[in-house]
């Protein structure tokens, strides 16, 4: 467990493999299984993209002071936080009936060639009828919940990383 938890260059290798292989299994299921992604699906990838992006810059900067190793470890979490609240956003929208679910919006291409970016932005969190759709299921759970599921999971590892911070960089950097 000390090997997972108290090296600072394992965590971030963690968190980007962890960025990495989601965004993978998305792009294998856009481009090899045709399933076309939502708005909200889009603003999840970006999320889990934001969070591999700050572990990668972690990992190559390997912070030795403190205060900055918790700084790149929240951010990271902060990231993954908005992710899982889009992939909740998501279930919801998935869980209502037929007649409440919200009209379905034009083609992302259409809204960013059309629309102000405020605009484009304020209805992708807010999602539409194509964010309600079910397009794949492994053991009866979406695809935003397997989402919810794995963010969840690297946010239980930040705050255990967080936990052992203090421990980790007093041994090892003082």
């Excluded at 997972?4 to 090899?32: D, Q, Y």
């Excluded at 990838?45 to 990992?59: E, K």
């Excluded at 390997?62 to 609240?85: C, D, M, R």
């Excluded at 989402?147 to 936990?163: D, E, G, H």
């Amino acid at each position: 467990m000390n090997l997972i938890i108290k090296n600072p260059r394992r965590t971030f290798s963690i968190f980007l493999m962890g960025s990495m292989g989601m965004i993978g299994v998305a792009l294998f299921m856009e481009h090899f299984l045709q399933l076309k992604p939502c708005i909200l699906c889009y603003m999840q990838r970006g999320a889990v993209i934001l969070f591999g992006i700050l572990a990668a810059v972690g990992l190559i900067l390997n912070p030795k002071k403190l205060h900055i190793y918790k700084l790149f470890i929240y951010l990271i979490f902060f990231s993954a936080l908005g992710g899982a609240l889009l992939a909740m956003r998501q279930l919801y929208l998935q869980s209502l009936p037929a007649d409440l679910v919200p009209s379905c919006a034009p083609d992302m291409d259409y809204l960013f060639s059309t629309l102000p970016f405020l605009e484009v932005l304020i209805l992708a969190f807010t999602g539409d009828g194509n964010c309600a759709e079910v397009l794949w299921t492994f053991i009866g759970i979406s695809i935003p919940g397997w989402v919810l599921i794995a963010l969840s999971i690297l946010m239980v590892y930040c705050l255990i990383v967080l936990k052992n911070a203090n421990e980790i960089h007093s041994h090892k950097y003082n």
